[in-house]
């Protein structure tokens, strides 16, 4: 991967934030957990990635966001959560 993980969530969280759907958030959360299994990265780190993920969506102001990025926001946080809890359920 050519990017920083640091650079790669950053660059993700601004495409959920603007995709057009709720589909479209949902292709690339998975398109990015693919690339991370791909590329053999550690499930710990993945953890970490997606840990860092929901807690930067946290942060977001739904007065400062439109209607269809507060729903992308809304979507990532669930699909991040559920795939945190595989992870965790994988670790045990």
Known sequence: MALSLDDYRIKLINKILFAASQE??????????KA???????GHIIAR???KIISELDLCIPVKKNDQSWRNIIMAKLLFS?????ISAMAT
Not at 24 to 33: F, G, H, P, Q, S
Not at 82 to 86: A, D, G, M, V, W
């Open 24 to 33: 479209e958030v949902k292709r690339y959360i998975d398109t990015a957990m």
């Open 36 to 42: 991370l299994q791909q590329r053999k990265v550690n």
């Open 82 to 86: 559920s795939i945190k809890k595989q």
């Open 49 to 51: 990635f997606v840990d």
